[in-house]
C-alpha cells in the first residue's frame, strides 16, 4: 500500500507530504485547488508519461517520491529482478522531471528505467480515471476486462507463440512464393552478383592495406631519397654517424683503463653503436629492395578503385561487401530451391496451424466459461450499486484468428425492465459507466494492486446511487487501500481519513496545501460541499449526522 507521497515543485503545489493509512481515503476540496495534481504525481510514480509543463513555474525542477509498505509478492519478485534491496519491507520510488524535459527514476536510491518504472507500477497502485469510463464504451477494450477476470496469461501467452509460429511460417512461404518470370529476373540479377564478389575474392582489412602501401608508392621519389640520405648520414663515409661513434668508443675505452666512470660510459656507447650497425643493416636491405617498377602502383590503384566502386552497390565496407554476398548466395539458394522449401514448408504450416486452432478453442472456452461468471458478478454489484433491474451481458462472437484470440467480446446492458440487451455505449449514462466500471474494477481488484486510486468515480451520480458508491468503496478498502477525489458528501463521509486540498494567493503566486482534517473541521468540509459558501446550521447538522452514521 501507499504509506506517504511527497512533492515538490508540480503546477500550483510548491511543496507537499500526505500520509495514507489504510482504509479509504477521501480527497476533497475546490475545482482548481489541485485535486488532480495529486493524480498526477501518483501517476508519475507509475511511470506515467510527463514533461516539463509539469513544473511549477519559475522553478528548475519538479520532483515527486512515493513510500510503499506491504509490498505483493509479484512487487517482491520484480524488485529482486530489478536488483532494488527491499530487505526491510519499504519500497521507496522518486521521479524527477528537469526544465529541459529530462527524467529519471530510482527505487530505494537504485535507478531504473521507464520500463522497470511502469512494471513496478501496475503492480502497486491501480488509478482509475473519468477516461476510464470513455474506454468502457469502446468494445475492442472489453476483451482485456473479461481476460483479466479469467486470469488468462498463460493460455494468452501460449496462442500469442502459436500465432507468431504460423504467421512466421506464412511469411516465409510469401517470401519464396514467385512467378516464373519474376523468378527469372531475381535469378539472373543474383547470380551477377554473387559472381562478381566472389570474383573479386575481398579480404577483410585490404583497402586499410592497399590504402597504406598506395600512399607509399605514390611518393617513391622522397622515400628513395630519404633512406640513401639517411643511410649516407649513418655509413656513407668517414664523417658518418657510425664511424664517429666508434671513434668516440675507442677513445671511452682507452680511457676506461684509468677511471671507472668513463668504463660505464663507454658500456653506453658500445651500446648504442651496436644499435646503430643495425639500423644501418636495415636501411640498406631496405634501399636495395625498393622496386623501381610503376605496375605495381597502377595494380593497387586499380584494386582500390573495384572496391570503391563495390560500395555504392554492395555495402560501405569490405565485411559489409562480404555479408552481402552471404545473404545474395542464400537467397539464390531459396529461389533454386524454393519448390522444395515452400512444400517442406507447407507440411510445417499444418501442423502449426493445428496447434494453434487447439490452442484457440481453448482460449475460447475459458473465455465463454469466464462470461458466465462475470456477467454475475457485475449483475450482483450493479444491483448493490442502485441499479437493481440492470441485466449484463457478454457477448462473444467468433472471429478470423487474430494476436489476440478468435474472439470478438462486447458487454451489453439493459438497465430497465422489457428492455432489451444493447451495447454499453448506446444505452448507458454517465452514471451508469461510472458504476458498471466500479463493479468490475471491484471485481478485478480481488488479487492486484495494493492501492487503489478513483478520480471523481462519482461523476454523474447522486443521491442513493452516491451512497451505494461510498459504501462499495469503503467496502473495497476493507481488501485494499482505496483512494478517491470526490466531490460528493455521501463519498466523503465514508471516509476513513479525510484530506482536505486547498488553494490560496500570497505575494503574487499561488500555492496549494494539502491537510488531514478532523472533528468540526471535517463537519464544515462535508457541509461545504453540500452548500457552498452557505453554510447553514442545517447543512452542519446534516454532516454530523452522515459522519455519525457512516462509522
Known sequence: MLSSLHIENIAVIESADISFPSGL????????????????????????????????????????SASFECLHPTV?????????????????????????????????????????????????????????NAALSDPSTHLSFLDSFAVNTKEREDYSEKYSRVKNIKKQIDSLSFDER????????????????????????????????????????????GIFAAREALCGSERGACDLVAAAQNELAYVSRYDEDAAKLSERINDIFAELEDISDEISRFADNIDDDE????????????????????????????????????????????????????????SAQSELD????????????????????????????????????????????????????EFLISTNVGEELRPLAKIASGGELS??????????????????????????????AAHKIAVKLKQMSGASQVIVVTHLA???????NHFIIKKESRDDRTY???????????????ARIMGGDNITPALLETAREMVKQSV
Open 435 to 464: 458504476r458498471i466500471m466500479l463493479a468490475i474494477k471491484n471485481i478485478l481488484s480481488k488479487d492486484g494492486a495494493g492501492t487503489l486510486v478513483f478520480d471523481e468515480v462519482d461523476t454523474g451520480v447522486s443521491g442513493r
Open 76 to 132: 517482491v519478485s520484480l524488485a529482486d529482478e530489478f536488483g532494488i534491496d527491499i530487505s526491510d519491507g519499504e519500497l521507496i520510488i522518486s521521479r524527477e522531471v528537469t526544465s529541459d524535459g529530462r527524467s529519471s527514476a530510482r527505487a530505494n536510491g537504485r535507478q531504473i528505467t521507464a520500463a522497470m518504472l511502469r512494471e513496478l507500477g501496475k503492480n502497486l497502485i491501480n488509478i482509475h480515471g473519468q477516461h476510464d
Open 512 to 526: 496549494t496545501s494539502v491537510n488531514l482534517l478532523s472533528g468540526e473541521d471535517r463537519i464544515k468540509e462535508l
Open 358 to 409: 487447439i490452442a484457440a478453442k481453448r482460449l475460447s472456452e475459458n473465455r465463454e466459461k469466464a462470461a458466465e461468471a462475470l456477467e454475475r458478478a457485475v449483475t450482483g454489484e450493479l444491483v448493490f450499486l442502485d441499479m437493481p433491474k440492470v441485466r449484463f451481458s457478454v457477448q462473444i462472437m467468433p472471429k478470423a484468428q487474430e494476436k489476440d484470440g478468435a474472439d470478438n467480446v
Open 490 to 496: 455521501q463519498i466523503a463521509a465514508e471516509g476513513h
Open 295 to 350: 605496375s605495381e602502383l597502377e595494380q593497387i590503384e586499380n584494386r582500390l578503385d573495384l572496391i570503391k566502386s563495390f560500395r555504392k552497390k554492395y555495402g560501405n565496407t569490405v565485411e559489409e561487401m562480404l555479408e552481402f554476398l552471404e545473404k545474395a548466395r542464400e537467397e539464390l539458394e531459396n529461389i533454386e530451391f524454393s519448390d522444395e522449401k515452400i512444400k517442406k514448408l507447407q507440411k510445417e504450416l499444418v
Open 25 to 64: 481515503s477521501v480527497l476533497t476540496g475546490e475545482t482548481g485547488a489541485g485535486k488532480s495534481m495529486i493524480i498526477d504525481s501518483i501517476n508519475m510514480i507509475l511511470g506515467g508519461r510527463t514533461n516539463r509543463e509539469v513544473i511549477r513555474t519559475g522553478c528548475k525542477k519538479a520532483f515527486v
Open 182 to 225: 519474376e523468378k527469372a529476373m531475381r535469378t539472373d540479377i543474383l547470380r551477377y552478383q554473387v559472381n562478381e564478389l566472389e570474383a573479386a575474392q575481398l579480404v577483410v582489412g585490404e583497402d586499410e592495406v592497399l590504402e597504406k602501401k598506395r600512399l607509399s608508392l605514390a611518393n617513391r621519389e622522397k622515400v628513395i631519397k
